[in-house]
């Protein structure tokens, strides 16, 4: 098993883009790896370009940033323009099918997300999702840890739905 | 939420909170600014719970002032802020290092000058750090390059402080601050805390700034049977103004002395990479740890690079610094600024070795690239 990886999370302000990125940190961290997350988001709180980076390794981390992504999820059309012409090409993008209507890359999935949240009945959960999303196509973390970093940062009223939509992303 | 156990994810600003409570600190006075203010959240939640005092207050004059008057009255006190902070605490850092407070101040460094780029680091307080309050002094400034790091570094800012009887800078910058990273927290019962010294003598027979034989003196509380009084305008042992020019000077060296006297105490470096290289570079804080990456990147290519990586900047490694340019063929010092340490750098450059700079002001963790480059303009 693959035990360094660059991840980046991309879309805008108010997808639960940081959160997802603590998550897969914290995920990695009960597997044993060194993990650094850094986020980089503009002055406003809600919408805007933003962006979490998990950098994960079995070894000291110098450079705490993605040089060379293995994975990258983009939200949005400002997120998937931002990486597509610098990913190298074993990078999995992973994006937004509503959102990138035709795609460039040779290395790519496309996922409805909006009509998944719609079958889940929650708009709010799209982090739990692409979570599980990314989790069926790349071993990043064990799904026990990953299970259990979500439990760790999801409120308990809201840890059901969340759950919920992690392992529907997990079979989609 | 209590102290966190085991391995942690945790931020840079978050470890500061705590070492500094794992320190013995017991109150922070601060006005949030980013990209410092989750240390400030942090002591609002927690302090408390430790008998300790947050106060939010007007503004950052008012910040430090606070935590002088706090660590005057026998508390160990700390601020946290960025830039445009950082620049108003500059008369009464000024005021601590004369009053000979013990107190901490970190700066969280992001793009200025001005407001910047409030949420994008830099390390461009460097200078400002060591000469931004007027007049002559003498200053201790630290710069983590890890989340464990900051941990530490402000554990050992505090502890320097107590010791030399003087105010310590924390020069983060948004990278570390802001950056999460997997940490533990020690058992406080394991750490080395060091205490301001008290007075030994009757309250009759103490005077105030009458030092120790290391330059250092006890220092009693405000409250305490022992009479203190400070005094920010020059004064004699007794704390009093004094306006002899005379007991300025006396005042300046001892000042100095307490703490250049001791150099080789507060210096920390760390060498990193293989003895002898083609070249070293000299960093510190975020961009160090980008050498790091640089180091064996550059080895990838077949360039022998090292790395000198001053944990401590104030005072400034002279001696250190001067051996690493004795025997090296280039130095490339890596810097988010325009070239700040890099004139240090070449006033101890004894052997006229070349220096160049790798400077990033780009508003982001420094790129490795542009050392790269540096690195290749020095083998030119």
Redesign the interface.
């Known amino acids: 098993m693959k035990n360094n990886w660059q991840v980046v999370l991309a879309g805008e302000g108010g997808q639960g883009l940081i959160l997802a990125g603590?998550i897969l940190?914290?995920a990695a961290?009960i597997d044993g790896?060194?993990?650094?997350?850094?986020?980089?988001?503009?002055?406003a709180a809600r919408g805007g370009y933003s962006e979490a980076q998990v950098v994960i390794s079995e070894q000291e981390?110098?450079?705490?940033?993605c040089?060379s992504p293995d994975l990258i999820l983009a939200l949005t059309r400002e997120a998937y323009n931002r990486y597509i012409d610098f990913v190298n090409n074993d990078c999995l993008v992973i994006y937004d099918s509503k959102e990138i209507a035709n795609p460039m890359g040779r290395n790519e999935l496309g996922y409805d997300f909006k009509e998944a949240l719609l079958t889940l009945g929650n708009l709010k959960v799209i982090n739990s999702l692409f979570l599980g999303i990314i989790l069926k196509n790349r071993e990043i973390v064990s799904r026990e840890s990953m299970i259990s970093a979500l439990k760790k940062n999801m409120p308990p009223k809201i840890l059901d739905i969340n759950l919920e939509a992690f392992n529907y992303g997990m079979e989609m | 939420m209590s102290r966190p156990e085991g391995?942690?994810?945790m931020e840079g600003n978050h470890a500061c909170a705590w070492g500094a409570i794992d320190a013995g600190a017991r109150f922070f006075a601060g006005y949030p600014i980013?990209p410092s203010s989750e240390i400030a959240e942090v002591c609002a939640r927690e302090l408390p719970a430790y008998g300790g005092i947050f106060i939010q207050m007007e503004d950052e004059i008012g910040s430090i002032a606070a935590i002088i008057g706090a660590s005057l009255s026998g508390k160990k006190s700390f601020t946290a802020t960025s830039g445009p902070g950082f620049s108003l605490m500059q008369e009464n850092l000024g005021v601590g290092i004369y009053q000979e407070v013990p107190c901490v101040i970190v700066d969280i460094q992001r793009v200025g000058p001005a407001t910047g780029l409030?949420?994008q680091p830099a390390q461009a307080d460097v200078m400002q750090a060591r000469w931004g309050t007027h007049g002559d002094h003498s200053i201790i400034a630290l710069s983590p390059a890890t989340v464990q790091e900051m941990y530490y570094l402000t554990i050992r800012a505090f502890n320097l402080s107590e010791r030399f009887r003087t105010p310590v800078i924390i020069l983060g910058d948004q990278?570390i601050g802001?950056?999460?990273?997997?940490i533990k927290l020690p058992d406080p019962s394991s750490l080395d805390i060091i205490e301001r010294i008290k007075p030994f003598v009757s309250p009759e027979d103490y005077f105030p700034y009458q030092p120790d034989k290391n330059g250092v003196p006890p220092m009693a509380a405000y409250g305490d049977r022992h009479i203190v009084h400070a005094s920010s305008t020059c004064h004699d042992e007794t704390g009093y103004s004094n306006f002899k020019t005379q007991t300025n000077r006396a005042l300046l060296t001892r000042l100095k002395d307490k703490i250049y006297n001791y150099t080789d105490e507060i210096v920390d470096v760390e060498h990193f990479g293989p003895d002898h290289a083609e070249v070293t570079l000299i960093s510190y804080g975020a961009s160090s740890?980008?050498c790091?990456?640089v180091v064996?990147e550059a080895e990838k290519e077949g360039i022998r690079v090292n790395l000198l990586r001053l944990i401590s900047i104030w005072p400034f490694p002279d001696r250190i610094v001067r051996e690493a340019l004795g025997k090296t063929g280039a130095v490339v010092v890596a810097e988010m600024n325009q070239g700040q340490l890099i004139g240090e750098v070449n006033r101890v450059n004894a052997t006229n070795t070349p220096v160049y700079l790798a400077s990033g002001i780009d508003g982001a963790?420094i790129d490795?690239d542009i050392i790269m480059a540096a690195i290749r303009e020095a083998l030119k």
């Open positions: 603590r940190s914290e961290i790896n060194n993990v650094s997350l850094t986020s980089s988001y503009g002055i981390l110098y450079y705490p940033k040089v | 391995i942690q994810l980013t409030a949420t990278v802001q950056t999460y990273e997997n740890r980008v790091k990456y064996g963790l490795p």
